[in-house]
């Protein structure tokens, strides 16, 4: 037991094969390696660790996330994803940090952005795509929809950021192929007359 | 191997269970399953019905505690409830109020 004391003073361990199904609060940092279900809430740091599962709503200081958390969190300070770490859920932070490897769906709130830090990166990537989507043969209706996104590039980024703020999501966009719309019609068409035809004369 | 701890300001309230030790320093409500041993520390407080292999006590227990093993009253420790388990051991000191069933049959 004493050994034990010295080990776990001031921090708390939930181990491997513990389920903790209901509400935990408190005042010190938190690590999980079993699964946590329900709510929790911390003054303090919440980790979760390879091998830890946490399925709860989840108010912390910080969290490191390496495990496996499926439902929001809401930091006051920083919420990390490493890159073993996996989440769906929305994330409320004023830092986010979202390593590669780290897998992660849900929204991103980082509350108000520090002007000017962050914009012009973002906007970057937009500009450089632009010209090879007019190369493309498009049809009409198309670019009017993409050039009404995308001309203002803060409105863009912010209308962008709100499904999640990944730049992934946003790159994939423009590389879509316009459906061959051309040799379809004509056939189904032709094909459907004919029926009707045949349908009225009977 | 890494051991599970309630630390001493950690308040769970609901269901614990597992196939480890549990050490209680902190508040728990509810009920706590396991198949080890769970040790509830001198600032622990447990509002919970409890089953498990072994259990040693040095804090404050309101619940029923159900043990395949051994209960232990410590010193210093207030017990309020039923305790059912085969071996059963009450130090001096300890405080406790309840009904000891140490039928072995039951195992």
């Known amino acids: 037991m004493a050994a034990k004391d010295l080990v776990a003073s001031g921090n708390t361990v939930i181990g491997p094969s513990i389920l903790i199904s209901g509400k935990l609060t408190g005042d010190e940092d938190l690590t999980v390696r079993g699964r946590v279900e329900g709510e929790l809430s911390l003054t303090r740091t919440l980790i979760v660790e390879p091998s830890g599962v946490v399925k709860a709503n989840v108010t912390v200081k910080n969290a490191v996330v390496s495990g496996v958390v499926v439902g929001n969190i809401q930091a006051s300070e920083s919420v990390e994803l490493t890159h073993e770490g996996r989440m769906v859920g929305d994330i409320r932070a004023p830092r986010v940090i979202i390593v590669d490897g780290a897998s992660f769906r849900g929204r991103v709130d980082m509350g108000e952005l520090p002007p000017g830090r962050s914009l012009p990166e973002r906007t970057t990537p937009r500009t450089q795509l632009r010209p090879t989507v007019r190369s493309l043969p498009a049809p009409p209706p198309r670019p009017a929809a993409a050039t009404a996104a995308r001309p203002s590039s803060a409105a863009a980024v912010a209308s962008a950021r709100k499904p999640g703020g990944m730049p992934g999501i946003v790159r994939g966009e423009p590389a879509r192929t316009p459906p061959p719309v051309p040799p379809a019609p004509p056939v189904v068409a032709a094909g459907a007359k004919k029926k009707v035809v045949l349908k009225k004369k009977k | ?107």
């Open chain 2, 1 to 107: 191997m890494a051991n599970t701890v309630i630390g001493s300001s950690i308040v769970i309230d609901g269901e614990i269970s597992g196939d480890e030790d549990l050490v209680i320093q902190g508040t728990v409500k509810g009920k706590i399953s396991l198949r080890e041993s769970l040790f509830v520390e001198g600032s622990g407080v447990v509002e919970a019905d409890i089953e498990t292999q072994n259990v040693e006590i040095a804090g404050r227990v309101t619940g029923n505690i159900q043990a395949t093993d051994k209960v232990e009253l410590k010193a210093d420790c207030r017990v309020v409830g039923d305790v059912k388990a085969p071996r059963i051991l009450i130090a001096d000191g300890a405080s406790f109020k309840g009904n000891v069933d140490m039928d072995v049959k039951e195992r």
